[in-house]
């Protein structure tokens, strides 16, 4: 295989684990119809409700985006930043912007790695070693992991509503 066709490979690869789909759950299907009433209730034994995951997804995909192509990104402070404010109530438009915004960048993160001129294993300029092969990976794996916590948590208030 050339390198060229190995390259290619690659980013369908990465492009696969990116948009969801295979062994996990894609992103809108995910939140398909989810119910309004449920996006700021907690499950008995989690510390975040839907929206507080779904804003905590949003804004761990957008810092490692933003790294990856700006020098002059400053990071959220760790780990407060990267969720939001716990007294905060969301609404449906609130619901509607985090998912709008998640889905801005994730294409954005998805033109990233189908540029060819992307080199994925250069090291990010202002980074510390890192690469946009490694940030590209990071954002799917971030995802896959929480999208699966998302499904999980709305089945179990789901379950709760229909015993209530």
């Known amino acids: 295989m050339s390198a060229d066709n190995k390259d290619h490979a690659l980013r369908e690869h990465l ?4 948009r969801g789909g295979g062994a996990h759950i894609h992103f809108d299907e995910a939140l398909k119809d989810f119910p309004a ?23 761990a995909q957008w810092d490692i985006l933003e790294f990856t192509r700006s020098a002059s990104h400053v990071s ?3 780990p407060e930043g990267y969720w939001p ?15 709008e915004s998640f889905r801005a960048d994730l294409r954005a993160i998805v033109e990233l790695v ?7 294993y250069a090291p990010v300029p ?16 971030h995802n896959a992991y929480h999208l ?17």
Not at 41 to 57: F, I, N
Not at 148 to 164: I, Q, W
Request: hydrophobic residues 40%; proline residues 4%.
């Open 15 to 18: 492009l696969d684990l990116l």
């Open 37 to 59: 009433e449920l996006i700021n209730r907690k499950a008995e034994g989690t510390a975040y409700t839907p929206w507080q995951l779904l804003e905590h997804m949003r804004i």
């Open 76 to 78: 959220p402070e760790w």
């Open 85 to 99: 404010d716990k007294s905060i109530a969301a609404g449906e438009d609130d619901w509607r912007k985090s998912i």
């Open 114 to 120: 189908e540029d060819p001129a992307t080199d994925l």
């Open 126 to 141: 202002h980074g510390d070693g890192q690469t946009v092969l490694r940030e590209a990976l990071l954002v799917a794996d």
């Open 148 to 164: 699966g916590a998302l499904v999980t948590l709305r089945r179990t208030l789901e379950a709760a509503e229909r015993r209530a």
